[in-house]
């Protein structure tokens, strides 16, 4: 058996996606800059960087620094705005033949769901991702994620407002992330995308000042990996008819595997982008080969199949 013998086709919250190689949400921004290095149109889709209702200029410089095995960013939601990206990137997106999931934020649950009233009967969008990981202005700067009264109430409020499947975006910040994924599950969400970066900060020793201008930022790369297939794991194991997208640290075939396996049905690629442009080619043709040489003939196959070892 070859490569090219092998299904590569996924089905994640209603849509159908010919692979299951994805963009993270924030690494890829609209495929533009990405587009000399590979072909939009074959990506399983492109979760492009998060929305808001108006234009932002993101957090203050320095807002990214480098850590053992990964990343620390506090970009701060930068982006043009879902007008303006309306105007201008998502036609290119289109024209290319991407599958496209718009990752969309806000302040409150106001901001987060005039974004996707915007987004209602809008050609090309195929799936919306909800970015939980946002603070709360009304509710004391809380992270939505960190709340399941708090992310049902915003998933419900995406999910009336839109017309298409509703992903909700987690972080393994939560004490208890299952939780979270029951009440957004049961607030209406489609899909759930584990998991967001977790939070860390880095300090200069010499001078003693913190790194990121913001402080804190958020941890990604391989060194969250771990984290991350646990938490989908777990997901799946209380879960297991919810589609997932496992996201974090993903540089490798065996790394998409691992996800596949924990019970994931698509998975991202972050920051691996950063390291290898081509990542999201390299990783499907590196997929079908890994099928074809172990004797898998569909990704369905391999969803939720770990198992864990016999105590004793």
Same mark, same amino acid.
């Given at each position: ?73 506090? %970009? ?118 584990? %998991? ?47 589609? %997932? ?68």
């Amino acid at each position: 058996m070859t490569g090219t013998n092998v299904d590569l086709t996924t089905r994640l919250a209603g849509l159908r996606l010919d692979n299951p190689i994805v963009t993270a949400s924030g690494c890829f921004a609209s495929g533009r800059e990405m587009q000399r290095f590979v072909d939009v149109g074959r990506i399983g889709a492109v979760v492009v960087k998060s929305l808001t209702a108006a234009p932002r200029e993101g957090l203050p410089t320095p807002r990214m620094v480098e850590t053992p095995s990964g990343m620390l960013n506090a %970009i701060g939601l930068q982006n043009p705005g879902v007008d303006a990206w309306l105007a201008n990137d998502l036609p290119w997106l289109v024209e290319r033949g991407a599958t496209v999931v718009v990752s969309v934020a806000g302040d409150s649950v106001d901001d987060f769901a005039h974004v996707a009233r915007r987004l209602r009967g809008v050609e090309g969008v195929a799936a919306i991702e909800v970015n939980l990981s946002c603070p709360n202005v009304e509710h004391r700067g809380l992270v939505f994620a960190l709340d399941p009264q708090a992310s049902a109430e915003l998933v419900r409020a995406v999910a009336r407002a839109s017309d298409v499947p509703v992903i909700a975006k987690l972080t393994a910040d939560a004490s208890d992330v299952v939780a979270i994924a029951r009440a957004v599950v049961d607030a209406g969400a489609d899909g759930l995308t584990l %998991i967001n970066t977790v939070l860390g900060m880095a300090i200069d020793p010499v001078s003693g000042v913190a790194e990121l201008a913001n402080t804190y930022g958020g941890l990604s790369g391989p060194a969250i990996r771990p984290i991350a297939v646990r938490v989908v794991h777990q997901v799946h194991q209380a879960l297991p008819d919810v589609p %997932i997208i496992g996201c974090g640290g993903v540089r490798t075939v065996e790394d998409v595997v691992q996800f596949l396996r924990a019970g994931a049905r698509a998975v991202a690629v972050g920051t691996g982008g950063f390291v290898d442009p081509f990542a999201t080619e390299t990783l499907r043709e590196g997929l079908a080969a890994w099928m074809a040489e172990h004797g898998h003939t569909a990704v369905s196959d391999l969803v939720g199949t770990a198992t864990v070892r016999d105590a004793g």
